[in-house]
């Protein structure tokens, strides 16, 4: 059964960096054949913000670019998200998602929660 479970979400300071993680398992194809995604979800109810993807390609929302870096490593089954110039307005929950010859990430991690302070 497929699972991606996030880590390295907390409370941090205005200005701080944090990197989160993402563990995938129990995919049918190889890892590095899956494109991975982070989303973030401010509020319960609110809708998930795309933030970018590595796959074939490197893309990148508006709102993050210059700020976050998505990396992986295929050896260890593990994406990244390297956040730098928290702000307040990044507080939200971080999910990791995976898919493949799809338009829509169909793969979802439970999410880590990531809190900014002013």
């Known amino acids: 059964q497929e699972k991606l479970v996030e880590s390295g979400g907390g409370l941090v300071q205005n200005g701080d960096s944090l990197r989160l993680s993402c563990v995938a398992s129990?995919?049918?194809?190889?890892?590095?054949?899956?494109?991975m995604g982070w989303f973030r979800r401010a509020a319960p109810g609110a809708e998930h913000e795309f933030l970018g993807?590595?796959?074939?390609?490197?893309i990148y929302a508006d709102s993050v670019k210059g700020r976050f870096t998505i990396s992986r490593d295929n050896a260890k089954n593990t994406v990244y998200l390297q956040m730098t110039g928290l702000k307040p307005e990044d507080t939200a929950v971080y999910y990791c998602?995976?898919?493949?010859?799809?338009?829509?990430?169909?793969?979802w991690g439970q999410g880590t929660q990531v809190t900014v302070s002013s």
């Open positions: 998602t995976a898919k493949r010859g799809r338009p829509n990430f169909n793969f």
């Open positions: 129990g995919f049918t194809f190889p890892f590095s054949s899956y494109t």
């Open positions: 993807q590595i796959g074939s390609d490197l």
